[in-house]
């Protein structure tokens, strides 16, 4: 010990820190940026922040090899050679710039229509629809479609918000999770801190999940659920849990629409419709004078025995139709158990375990409240028993209504907004009726009279054109998949290229990578890229792509805008988009430039901002035609949505200087952030916190603070009025009405009520010949396709076998180091195998996006990524099989549009090992050719140039 | 154990040429003069080249002159002096020789020297609780037992060479035998290194990374079994079958030579297996032995 | 010297916690971030982008599946770096003494300065938590963030390891495991911490939480069986019994 060596304990750790939000991942999280002598040093958690408190995933921490990624693009491109060789040249922003003007202005003059906008995880929607809606073009939407839309709508049009980026278990107060169908979500990191919470406290948590790993791995009791049949397990647990009169009927009573009185005359025109007042306000019969009243009249006390008749029609309250549906034998566990691929008592047991959860812990705030009806409430009793879902459930044909099947096991429990169970974050609780409709009908040289997107109410709010044509290129909100708030991107290129409903001329993709990871039918969406007509002119003819890195999308673009990394740029994670609140308080943040780039690259906002102003889109031009904004920033600082409310809500300016909320631009308003570590918090008032649908304290304050324009209260929709309204059309009680082929369907799936069907799909492919469940998860170590440039996380996740069961597995006679033959309906994969006990009896998966075209991402084409990675895309396609008819459905949710990828079945075989992954696409040429001749300095040669901010 | 090159040479070489110098400095009536320089060339040749092998399993060899200063608890530190010192007294032992002076008890001095760097050369591997199949007194027996049969080969004593082909081939068998159930002997089990064994039997799924790194480069290494099996005989075949074949036919000359690089091919093989078949405990966590 | 110190007072460790972990890989980023930037040399990585990448790493994160006798499989995410063992095999076998364990802390550490790049000292550590590092050289390993836990430069709620700072699910602990009543050691008491490979005799100051007992299924049926009771088994029967539970609200 005596020489032991002397070490510097104290090193400093870097010459600054700078504090912005990570975009490794769209969950947002606060990062404390180290840099030494103007680089990059080191990447760790903001303790401040409200999202992460601190802690970091691995993405995160890996955020600053994004920066030295060869892969990073450098300079605008203009393709030179053929689409998808990726052969291109570099010009001058001038040139790009011009280059897109000179495609879109004629477009927007003619037919704003040709242009097709549509974005990826981009966290500057509010932008992006707002200059969408500028041009003029209905098809815009951002990737919610392929993504989590069931969920999405179904939270909305149920619940006025959904578990997806607007909820949250009360991490704080429950006693049991329930967990869905979730690998890792877009609350990553909050997620993970609440199921600590969760442990530390002793209370339990089971995951329903075919696979157990991750978040399943660590819960207490494990469902290992057939993929697709969530909605007939939640519908047993309503079974037993309304048999047993384990429900809160106070809640129900209160708070959802369960009294509110139905039109119960088959041959009544409105059958299935509310009772409703003059001014339209669905009835309910009031327990103190027995009488109709409005749901929201003062003190009214509805009744869930409610009955009327008026006019000759017989009224009751929704709550028989609820007891008469889910009380019959079809739920009973014994009946779905097999199909659901779990046993009886199972399911029983987690009824029981919900209902002792529920009504037997006492969690009850000591915080008086009054709701909307003018009642006061001494406390705000709980039901600590909270749920959360994501894509298990949501990507499935049958996702909508699973979901809503969730929310009303949620809402029988009065486990909504209560202490204990699940949570809104502002701006939320907001419902369907309060959002925007559809606008689709666009006027050359004008702006689409309101946002593309929105939230129908009925037939007559789709997105039709005179003669009964979807108006949209994705097809949104037509009969095909009426309540598609967030359109179809997995449509757009096959639509497109197929001339159906017409064709399109221009393109625009920013932050998607569609030619692989993003598509099914991965190498069809590159043929439909570079199909041609007899002319041999390009179907699509430009496709312009705003990417930051040399992705699969790059090689199949005409014209590359290359954006910065999201060190180097301004963000807004606004409170008019997807903002980072938090259940107890209203919160946006921002990105800013903590380093400078070193090459010819600019955000894409601003790039998207200086476009506006070049085809002089209305908002982004001066009275006299010069830009308005010179960069986002700007456009952040001063552009206003509404008189006093603008992207960001803090420190903006009052009368008496500085207020919060509402108020007008301040000039200074990005560096008060920057001053607060890159974010903005408004905590709730206590007495607003809980109970926000029906709360006024919380109505009031979302009022003051310019979330709404007024209070909006909202009964959960357990009946979902607008779903009735379509099958009323498809029943032929209703104009519009759907065409022939689609009046069954959109009966059967649109039920106001949830129900479970199986998943389209089964009725397409035989599941004798198919028997096999085939999945993906997200790698908590990567995010899509963009991790793989990482030098770090891509030593973590670099080849993705696929897992299979011990059944299979045995089935098949593998053992350690065999292939498989994955084979579906529309294609067939050889893949690496390997196998896993925890796994549901017929279910394979893999992990997503691991799988890597060669050549793209300046890796070398022989990397394990290339040649032992596979996408499962390849098996799925964007259309189910043909039927008798000829025709082919999209392979999507009928009611919402959302990708059904987890429906995919399959068949396996043993096969020979080959040499790489079937299928095998070719390198991408230019890519490969670049890659080797780049002139950009290697990451670890970096000019020292990062000197300021630009 | 990855069975790298540079180590499987450095153990076979600096053991012929220590075995040499054993039986050298044990001999009572050394070579003198020119012959003694051959002979005493021939062990250094071999030492020293088998220690230049060495440094180039160091990764930092500029450094290597730090590796004397652990003596007291390293045995790599032990066999660095212990060479250094074998090679000195023997040198100053041959210096004399050439000029035809045997200072006898400096050879048996510089004899128990070399000994005891084949041995601490041995010891390196057998201290390793680690690797099961080396942790065992038979690791420095067949070390030593092998460096005194080289030795024996290279300065030509048939009859000391013939019984110690015998006694290190057997033991090299028995080795084999014993060896292979070392690791379970030694008790080291995913069980133990995770410990999951109580509540059910444990079994690697997702590996911590895809990518390769140090540990399964160098600790990791697997032989198929029959591949093994082929080799142990040929190695035993070689190392000491043939050499004692050749050693009992006329032209001792020819065939002794012959006996040699027969016996020093089948030390190389049998150095191979014995890196190579060497199981670390390490490779449980990734689901290997 | 590379003798091991004879006792050492405080022993600084971590407690990984089996049950909340849930595999994220947190931990590993987080130390390669950190260390990519402080004590030794930067840890590097070959074939970045190439077709065979490695590189070095301090913490990495396995997993297993266990087979329980009856129920489902069980799955366990592994976390595992140096666990600065008390009986560090790891230390008197290297010949440079660059291998050392100090006194003060218990904490192992390499002296770059004076490593040989032998690999010797990660072959007698039974627990994989030693890496070369492929540029430099040296042996890397876990330093228990040795410069941060004392470092004046960071605010005090910042010395603690970087992979402690940075999990999510709160599964690792750092603190004292000398000292009976430290935070950690109740946690380990509590919980009944375990070493791994107690049979090499390495004696681990790190100490791993068991994952707690899962799928309980049946355990406690006949407690749950009444939450189940039926009220009706008809929609008829359900409805009296609202009529005569609302009635009595
Ligand atoms: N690290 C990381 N984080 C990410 C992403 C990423 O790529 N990497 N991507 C982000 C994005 S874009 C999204 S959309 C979210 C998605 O977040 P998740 O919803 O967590 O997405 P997936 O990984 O697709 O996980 C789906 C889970 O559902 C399970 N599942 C599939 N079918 C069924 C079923 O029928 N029933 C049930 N109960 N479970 C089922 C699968 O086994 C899997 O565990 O993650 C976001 N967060
Ligand atoms: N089989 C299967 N396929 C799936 C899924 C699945 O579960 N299974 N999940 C689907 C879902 S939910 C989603 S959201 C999609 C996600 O798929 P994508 O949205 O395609 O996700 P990424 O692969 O990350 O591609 C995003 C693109 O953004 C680029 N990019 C990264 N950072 C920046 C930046 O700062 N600026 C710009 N301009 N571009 C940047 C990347 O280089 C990449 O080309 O995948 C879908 N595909
Ligand atoms: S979860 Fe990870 S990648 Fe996503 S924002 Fe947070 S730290 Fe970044
Ligand atoms: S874990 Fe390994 S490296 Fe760490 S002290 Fe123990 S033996 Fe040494
Ligand atoms: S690699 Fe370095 S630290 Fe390890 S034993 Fe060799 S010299 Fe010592
Ligand atoms: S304590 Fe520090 S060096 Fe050790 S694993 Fe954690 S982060 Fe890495
Ligand atoms: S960061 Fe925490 S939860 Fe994630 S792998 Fe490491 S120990 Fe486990
Ligand atoms: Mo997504």
Redesign the pocket.
């Known amino acids: 010990m005596t020489d032991q060596p002397k070490i510097d304990l104290s090193p400093r750790v870097s010459d600054e820190i700078r504090k912005t939000t990570c975009y490794m991942?769209?969950c947002r999280c606060g990062i404390n940026v180290h840099l030494k002598e103007g680089k990059v040093s080191y990447i760790e958690g903001n303790r401040d922040h409200p999202i992460n408190r601190g802690v970091l995933c691995a993405?995160g921490a890996a955020g600053i090899k994004q920066v030295t990624s060869p892969a990073r693009l450098r300079a605008p491109l203009r393709r030179v050679g053929p689409r998808g060789s990726g052969e291109f040249e570099e010009i001058s922003w001038e040139e790009a710039l011009d280059l897109a003007t000179s495609w879109l202005k004629p477009l927007r003059e003619t037919a704003p229509e040709k242009l097709a906008f549509f974005t990826g995880?981009d966290q500057s929607q509010s932008l992006t629809g707002w200059w969408a809606q500028q041009f003029g073009t209905p098809n815009y939407a951002a990737h919610g479609g392929f993504?989590?839309v069931n969920m999405a709508a179904a939270g909305i049009y149920t619940l006025g918000g959904s578990f997806w980026e607007f909820g949250s278990p009360d991490w704080e107060h429950a006693q049991l999770l329930l967990l869905?169908?979730?690998?890792?979500?877009?609350d990553?990191n909050p997620i993970k801190m609440g199921l600590a919470k969760l442990k530390a406290r002793g209370a339990r948590i089971v995951g329903?999940?075919?696979?157990r790993s991750g978040y399943n791995a660590i819960a207490d009791e494990w469902i290992g659920?057939t993929?697709?049949?969530?909605g007939l397990f939640i519908l047993s647990l309503v079974h037993e849990l309304l048999r047993a009169g384990k429900i809160d009927l106070d809640f129900l009573a209160r708070f959802s629409n369960a009294p509110v009185l139905l039109d119960c005359d088959p041959k009544s025109p409105d059958h299935g419709l509310f009772l409703g007042d003059d001014a339209g306000r669905p009835l309910v019969i009031d327990r103190r004078t027995g009488k109709p009243a409005p749901w929201d009249g003062e003190g009214v006390e509805p009744d869930l025995r409610g009955k009327l008749r008026r006019a000759g029609v017989t009224h009751r309250a929704v709550m028989y139709d609820i007891a008469e549906r889910y009380l019959a034998p079809d739920y009973a566990p014994e009946k779905v158990a097999e199909r659901c691929g779990i046993a009886p008592e199972q399911i029983r047991r987690v009824a029981a375990e919900l209902a002792r959860a529920a009504f037997d812990s006492d969690v009850t705030l000591d915080q008086p409240w009054t709701d909307f009806r003018g009642v006061a409430h001494k406390t705000m009793p709980g039901r600590p028993v909270a749920m959360h879902a994501?894509?298990?459930?949501s990507?499935?044909a049958n996702g909508f209504q699973t979901c809503r099947a969730l929310h009303l096991l949620q809402t029988l429990l009065g486990a909504v907004e209560t202490p204990g169970s699940f949570r809104f974050k502002p701006p939320y609780p907001k419902p369907a009726s309060a959002h925007p409709r559809p606008h689709f009908r666009s006027t050359p040289g004008q702006p689409l009279d309101g946002p593309a997107l929105g939230y129908p109410q009925g037939p007559e709010d789709l997105a039709l054109t005179e003669d009964g044509a979807p108006a949209r290129i994705d097809k949104a909100f037509s009969w095909e998949n009426p309540l598609s708030p967030h359109g179809l991107m997995h449509m757009v290129i096959s639509n497109a290229a197929a001339g159906d409903p017409y064709r399109i001329d221009t393109l625009f993709l920013y932050m998607a990578n569609m030619a692989w990871n993003s598509s099914m039918n991965t190498r069809g969406t590159m043929e439909m890229l570079t199909a041609t007509d007899e002319a041999g002119e390009y179907l699509i003819p430009h496709v312009i792509y705003a990417d930051a890195y040399r992705s699969e999308t790059v090689a199949y673009a005409d014209l590359i805008l290359p954006d910065t990394t999201y060190l180097e740029r301004h963000d807004c994670i606004s409170l008019l988009d997807r903002p980072i609140s938090e259940p107890d308080a209203a919160a946006d943040a921002i990105r800013w430039p903590v380093i400078a780039p070193d090459r010819d690259v600019r955000p894409f906002q601003s790039v998207l901002l200086d476009l506006g102003a070049r085809l002089g889109l209305p908002g982004m031009v001066t009275e006299d035609g010069a830009p308005k904004y010179t960069d986002y920033a700007d456009y952040i600082t001063n552009h206003e949505r509404k008189p006093g409310i603008g992207p960001l809500a803090g420190w903006r300016m009052g009368p008496q200087g500085l207020t919060h909320g509402k108020g007008d631009p301040n000039a200074a308003q990005i560096d008060s952030y920057i001053g607060n570590g890159g974010f903005f918090t408004a905590p709730l008032p206590e007495e607003a916190a809980y109970y926000k649908p029906w709360n006024r304290a919380y109505q009031d304050w979302a009022v003051s603070f310019g979330l709404i324009d007024k209070p909006q209260p909202a009964l959960i929709q357990l009946w979902c009025e607008p779903l009735r309204r379509f099958q009323l059309a498809a029943e032929g009680k209703r104009a519009p009405q759907p065409p022939e082929a689609l009046r069954g369907r959109i009966r059967t799936t649109l039920d106001p009520l949830p129900l479970w069907y199986a998943p389209m799909s089964d009725a397409f492919e035989d599941p004798a010949e198919y028997p096999v469940h085939a999945?993906?998860?997200?790698?908590?170590?990567?995010?899509?396709s963009w991790g793989s440039q990482n030098a770090w996380l891509r030593q973590i996740h670099g080849v993705n076998p696929l897992y299979l069961p011990t059944y299979w597995w045995d089935k098949l006679a593998l053992s350690e180091g065999d292939w498989v033959r994955v084979t579906s309906s529309h294609g067939e994969i050889t893949v690496p195998a390997a196998r896993m006990a925890a796994l549901n009896k017929n279910t394979v998966?893999t992990w997503?996006?691991i799988g890597k075209r060669k050549g793209a991402w300046a890796l070398d084409p022989k990397a394990p990524e290339a040649t032992k990675g596979f996408l499962l895309n390849h098996l799925i396609h964007e259309l189910l099989p043909a039927r008798g008819d000829g025709m082919r459905w999209s392979n999507s949710d009928p009611v919402t549009g959302q990708a059904a990828w987890?429906d995919l079945r399959v068949k396996l075989e043993k096969s020979a090992a080959p040499d790489e992954a079937q299928p095998v696409f070719p390198v991408i040429p230019g890519f490969h050719l670049s890659a080797n001749t780049q002139k950009t300095p290697s990451p670890e040669a970096q000019p020292p140039d990062n000197e300021g901010t630009p | 154990m990855h069975p790298a090159k540079s180590i499987i040479l450095f153990t076979t070489l600096s053991g012929l040429g220590f075995g040499l110098l054993v039986w050298l400095g044990l001999d009572p009536t050394p070579p003198t003069g020119w012959v003694a320089f051959v002979f005493f060339a021939v062990a250094y040749a071999l030492a020293l080249g088998g220690l230049a092998a060495s440094s180039r399993h160091l990764r930092r060899p500029e450094r290597a002159l730090k590796a004397f200063s652990q003596w007291r608890s390293s045995w790599l530190s032990r066999e660095a002096w212990g060479a250094l010192l074998a090679l000195s007294v023997m040198a100053l032992y041959a210096l004399l020789l050439l000029f035809g002076v045997a200072v006898l008890p400096l050879g048996w001095l510089g004899a128990a020297l070399s000994l005891a760097t084949v041995g601490a050369t041995a010891m390196i591997y057998a201290q390793l609780k680690t690797v099961p199949r080396w942790h065992h007194w038979s690791t420095p027996a067949l070390f030593l037992s092998l460096a005194l049969t080289g030795g024996a080969l290279l300065s030509g004593r048939v009859l000391a060479a013939s019984l110690l082909l015998i006694v290190s081939g057997a033991l090299q068998a028995w080795v084999w035998w014993d060896g292979d159930k070392r690791f379970a002997r030694a008790g080291t089990t995913l069980s133990s290194a995770t410990g999951l064994g109580e509540r059910g039997t444990p079994r690697a799924l997702f590996p911590p990374h895809t990518g390769s790194n140090y540990l399964l480069d160098e600790m990791v290494y697997v032989v198929g079994r029959r591949h093994a099996q082929k080799l142990r005989v040929i190695a035993l075949l070689l190392m000491a079958l043939l050499p004692l074949i050749l050693l009992q036919l006329p032209l001792p000359h020819v065939f002794g030579l012959l006996a040699l690089v027969s016996h020093t091919a089948g030390v190389l093989v049998s150095r191979w297996l014995f890196f190579a078949e060497a199981e670390h405990v390490v490779g449980l966590y990734y689901g290997r032995r | 010297m590379t003798d091991l110190p004879q006792h050492s007072e405080k022993k600084l460790g971590l407690v990984i916690d089996l049950d909340t972990c849930v595999g994220c890989h947190a931990c590993v980023v987080a130390c390669k971030g950190w260390n990519d930037q402080a004590y030794g040399a930067p840890l590097s990585d070959s074939e970045p982008y190439g077709a065979d990448p490695s590189g070095a790493f301090l913490n990495r994160v396995h997993s297993y599946e266990v087979l329980p006798e009856t129920g489902p499989a069980q799955h366990v995410h592994f976390p595992k770096s140096c666990l600065h063992c008390e009986d560090a095999p790891c230390v008197p076998v290297c010949p440079t003494g660059a291998s050392y364990k100090r006194a003060e802390d218990g904490i192992v550490l390499v002296n770059e300065d004076a490593c040989i790049g032998c690999g010797l000292c990660a072959w007698a550590c039974p627990y994989g938590a030693r890496e070369m590092d492929p540029s430099a050289g040296v042996m890397k390993k876990c330093t228990l963030c040795v410069d941060r836990i004392y470092n004046d430069a960071l605010p005090e709620e910042d010395r603690e390891p970087a992979c402690v700072r940075t999990c999510p699910a709160n599964a690792r602990h750092f603190g004292d495991l000398g000292d009976p009543e430290s935070a950690v050691s109740q946690l380990v008491a509590e919980r009944g911490g375990i070493d791994l490979m107690p049979e090499q005799g390495t004696r681990p100051v790190n100490k791993y939480l068991p994952p707690r007992p899962r799928d309980g299924w049946g355990g406690d049926t006949d407690v749950l069986a009444p939450y189940l009771e039926p009220v009706a088994e008809e929609p008829e029967g359900f409805l009296g019994w609202l009529d005569r539970t609302l009635g009595k609200l």
């Not at chain 1, 993929?227 to 969530?230: E, K, Y």
């Not at chain 1, 999945?775 to 899509?784: K, N, V």
């Open positions: 991942c769209a993405k995880r993504c989590s869905f169908g979730v690998a890792e979500d877009h990553s329903v999940n075919p696979i659920i993929p697709g049949t969530d994501m894509r298990g459930i990507a499935h999945l993906t998860q997200r790698p908590m170590a990567m995010y899509h998966w997503n996006a987890f």
